[in-house]
């Protein structure tokens, strides 16, 4: 069985592309500022629902989001 790593690099860029802010994220996620830090930088996971938060933020489409989270 694999299991799932998170690799948030491809979701950072997402940001810059969208011009999307930590801060700015983490209030439409319902996160605080240092949490959404520590988890864009992986000292904390993301939970599911997280992901879609930020996935919608993001204008992320559904069957996209694996790829802006995980790496095998």
């Not at 700015?24 to 830090?37: D, P």
């Not at 919608?56 to 559904?62: T, V």
């Amino acid at each position: 069985m694999t299991r799932e790593i998170f690799d948030l690099t491809r979701l950072r860029e997402r940001m810059r592309s969208q011009g999307m802010s930590i801060e700015r994220l983490a209030e439409a996620v319902g996160l605080g500022t240092w949490a959404m830090w520590a988890k864009l930088h992986g000292d904390y996971d993301f939970k599911s629902t997280e992901i879609i938060r930020v996935a919608d933020a993001l204008k992320i489409p559904g069957r996209e989001i694996a790829t802006y989270f995980f790496r095998r």
